[in-house]
T-cell receptor, first 116, second 115 residues
Framework: ETGVTQTPRHLVMGMTNKKSLKCEQH?????MYWYKQSAKKPLELMFV???????ENNSVPSRFSPECPNSSHLFLHLHTLQPEDSALYLC???????????????FGPGTRLTVL | QKEVEQDPGPLSVPEGAIVSLNCTYS??????FMWYRQYSRKGPELLMY????GNKEDGRFTAQVDKSSKYISLFIRDSQPSDSATYLC???????????????FGQGTILTVHP
């Protein structure tokens, strides 16, 4: 595997279900991100992890719970979601060094989530 | 007012045309400017990356940043059908600043290049 991978690619869940999204990066990066992409809206940053520590929570509802066990893996745990949470969830990774490299973010293919 | 404004299009051009994509922004702290390309059912792919004002060229692609006008552009020369995608501008602040590494995206412009 190369780059950033995400599983599953598609997920349909009911509002009472609990599910998890998984992201793995094979680039040797130290920072990982979760974004939400909804139709006709810009990508929204949700969470940032730097060296496994959460450094940003962009006012995300608690029904989304991230986990970063190491610099290569990132999870997004989902529970009691709402239909408006249906979107493409994208994971990204980047180096975290000075000089701007932290902005060079590489994205996975995303998980298309549908909440019924 | 949105922090980053990008015309969503759609934009349709014939093969071989020069394409101009633009974004305006309001946050003067933005120092890093990126263009991503996103094909259908794929994640965004980093296309161009620039720091501060100026031009950067990579093959058929040229990125321009005018910080005085808070305006960035991406030009595609000799456009090809394979360039058909959504183009996203993104920006962030200086290293050590509160917005460093936190990309703010435009809405994306849908581009179709027809043969």
């Amino acid at each position: 595997e190369t780059g950033v991978t995400q599983t599953p690619r598609h997920l349909v869940m009911g509002m009472t279900n609990k599910k998890s999204l998984k992201c793995e990066q094979h680039l040797g990066h130290n920072a990982m991100y979760w974004y939400k992409q909804s139709a006709k809206k810009p990508l929204e940053l949700m969470f940032v992890y730097n060296f496994k520590e959460q450094t940003e929570n962009n006012s995300v509802p608690s029904r989304f719970s991230p986990e970063c066990p190491n610099s290569s893996h990132l999870f997004l745990h989902l529970h009691t979601l709402q239909p408006e949470d249906s979107a493409l969830y994208l994971c990204a990774s980047s180096p975290w060094t000075s000089g701007g490299a932290g902005n060079e973010q590489f994205f996975g293919p995303g998980t298309r989530l549908t909440v019924l | 007012q949105k922090e980053v404004e990008q015309d969503p299009g759609p934009l349709s051009v014939p093969e071989g045309a020069i394409v101009s994509l633009n974004c305006t922004y309001s946050n003067s702290a933005f120092q890093y400017f990126m263009w991503y390309r996103q094909y259908s059912r794929k994640g965004p792919e980093l296309l161009m990356y620039t720091y501060s004002s100026g031009n950067k060229e990579d093959g058929r692609f040229t990125a321009q940043v005018d910080k005085s006008s808070k305006y960035i552009s991406l030009f595609i020369r000799d456009s090809q059908p394979s360039d058909s995608a959504t183009y996203l501008c993104a920006m962030s602040g200086s290293a050590g600043g509160t917005s460093y590494g936190k990309l703010t995206f435009g809405q994306g412009t849908i581009l179709t290049v027809h043969p």
